[in-house]
């Protein structure tokens, strides 16, 4: 690893066009930024219990075959929903699931 930085790039380089120095300020004043809030602590553990509840679901729908059962399910989850359990990583994951019993 050498010691010395890189030359400067040439001219005729897109490379100074591609690095402006002037974009995070401009980004910056377009965009401030905010400060990143905490969930309660009660909050992150619904939550938890929400992700765990629906993934030891789907471990149980893995194990049936049938379709049906997977369009009931599906349609409960749709027009009952509970807080805590339309969590995006569990939607794919049954997404997932779908796609590679079906093809």
Known sequence: MSRFPPP???SCS???????PQFPRVLVSAIPLQPIQLPEQSKVWD????LLDTLEQLSVLMEIPDLSTWV????LRIWQ???NQSL???RSAFQLY???ELF
């Open 72 to 75: 009931v399910v599906g349609t």
């Open 8 to 10: 400067p790039p040439r």
């Open 47 to 50: 939550t938890l219990a929400g």
């Open 81 to 83: 929903p509970r807080p």
């Open 14 to 20: 897109p490379a100074p066009r591609a690095f402006d």
């Open 98 to 100: 779908m796609k590679m």
């Open 88 to 90: 995006a990583y569990v």
